[in-house]
């Protein structure tokens, strides 16, 4: 189980929050409302090397290949 970033659309808090799999919906726990992965932390490569290229979404991201 991970914990991954938020980010609050309503109130804009960030927080990261414990989940089962990575798409489960998460909500606010200041105001309840929507919230949307967040991927401001550091991020490293699969080689443990820290890369600039990556945006922490694999889905969409080619920085680690």
Do not use: I
Not at 1 to 15: D, E, T, V
Not at 37 to 63: H, P
């Amino acid at each position: 189980m991970p914990f991954l970033q938020y980010k609050c659309s309503a109130c804009g808090k960030r927080f990261e929050e414990l989940v089962v799999k990575y798409d489960d919906k998460v909500s606010c726990p200041d105001c309840g409302g929507k919230t949307e992965r967040d991927y401001a932390g550091e991020l490293y490569s699969a080689t443990g090397k820290q890369t600039k290229k990556c945006s922490g979404n694999c889905k969409t991201c080619g920085g680690c290949r």
